[in-house]
């Protein structure tokens, strides 16, 4: 079974420009979540999909970070304009359903913002 | 909101057992989960407490306690490559929303 796949795997922007990150999830998987991760400390939720529906976006920058999910499968992140505090690690999971706890982590983007 | 603490860091032997404590508040709680992140790589998770009690996956153990809000989980015969953070999670909400707490780093010495 393949696992959930992200590009790219690193990003060097400067301050100001926009980038975008995909992940296409665990075949099958209806809930599909976004983490942004910085050095030191834990995964940090942006955004939340059941299918290709918004369930939690409360933590989402929304003046500068979009998300889509078409058709239920592949998602982007956009983040634009970029800031310097911007510079993490973008993860992707997927569930099969919201319950249960178990979330398969795709490799991540690192994002680094000069 | 909720909010999840664990000790930033513990070091053990190789060969012994070790701890890892999670207490955490919120609302709509539906159940507790941890993982496990070694540097530079993804989360991976280890395992899921919706009841009270004691789950156990092979070396892993992880107990919840939801009167006290509490959790942990247990690693024996601990070895070099569980050198790792490990983060505890709630699930809460009507979507079960996930939130991470700030992570264990695990330091297993010879």
């Known amino acids: 079974e393949a696992g959930v796949a992200q590009s790219p795997r690193y990003k060097i922007i400067e301050k100001r420009q926009s980038v975008a990150f995909w992940c296409n999830p665990i075949s099958g998987h209806a809930t599909l979540y976004w983490y942004q991760q910085i050095l030191g400390q834990g995964p940090k939720l942006l955004i939340q999909f059941q299918n290709n529906g918004v369930v939690d976006d409360s933590q989402l920058p929304k003046d500068r970070f979009s998300a889509e999910r078409l058709k239920g499968v592949d998602s982007t992140l956009k983040i634009q304009p970029a800031k310097l505090e911007d510079s993490a690690v973008y993860l992707c999971a997927s569930s099969l359903a919201a319950r249960g706890g178990e979330q398969y982590f795709g490799p991540g983007t690192r994002l680094t913002v000069t | 909101g909720q909010s999840l603490e664990q000790p930033s860091e513990v070091t053990a032997v190789e060969g012994a057992i070790v701890q890892i404590n999670c207490t955490y508040q919120t609302s709509g709680f539906y159940g507790l989960s941890w993982y496990q992140q070694h540097d530079g790589g993804a989360p991976t998770f280890l395992s899921y407490?919706?009841?009270?009690g004691l789950e156990e996956t092979g070396r892993f153990s992880s107990f919840l306690s939801r009167s006290d809000s509490y959790g942990y989980l247990l690693l024996q015969e601990l070895q070099m490559k569980d050198s790792a953070s490990y983060f505890c999670?709630?699930?809460?909400?009507?979507?079960?929303?996930?939130?991470f707490g700030t992570g264990t780093k695990l330091q297993v010495i010879p």
């Open positions: 407490n919706a009841l009270d």
């Open positions: 999670a709630v699930n809460s909400g009507g979507y079960q929303k996930v939130t």
